[in-house]
């Protein structure tokens, strides 16, 4: 039943020959993007480029099931992926302009907090676990650390 369903959309379509020429064209325009060239974009261009890289996938997506050429299904794989770096270097933008927002402020959102461990988020600030309480800083003070001169 799997070697009817590959040759069907061939014979059903034969069409799709004839259109193929206007397809490659847009498959072929957008390589594989690289996260550094997308860093340097601004979040509206960003937007933009992942509009077209969508766009693209939605045409390759219809070529395969048209029966396209081995080429544009292998191209689906690199332009998923292109769309997963387009969406990871927008949100890393998104939270380094947040981050800029509430520094400085006395509370900060979860998601922007820096990642510890569970135990250090819950253990005690420096200043909190050497705070010593009054009776105990007059106690050192009225009764210092002995110190001895040794010679020999």
Request: proline share 6%.
């Amino acid at each position: 039943m799997a070697q009817g369903d590959s040759k069907s959309p061939r014979l059903l379509c034969p069409s799709s020959k004839l259109q193929a020429p206007s397809r490659p064209q847009v498959a072929a325009k957008m390589p594989k993007v690289k996260a550094y060239e997308l860093r340097a974009k601004t979040s509206k261009e960003l937007l933009k480029e992942l509009d077209d890289t969508k766009a693209e996938l939605a045409q390759l997506r219809v070529a395969k099931v048209a029966g396209g050429a081995a080429s544009k299904l292998a191209k689906i794989k690199i332009v998923r992926k292109s769309i997963a770096r387009i969406l990871t270097v927008y949100n890393q933008k998104q939270k380094a302009e947040a981050r800029k927002q509430w520094k400085g402020k006395k509370y900060m959102p979860l998601d922007l907090r820096p990642k510890k461990t569970r135990a250090i988020r819950r253990a005690l600030k420096p200043e909190q676990k050497y705070a010593k309480t009054q009776k105990t800083k007059t106690k050192f003070s009225n009764f210092p650390m002995r110190r001895y001169a040794v010679t020999m």
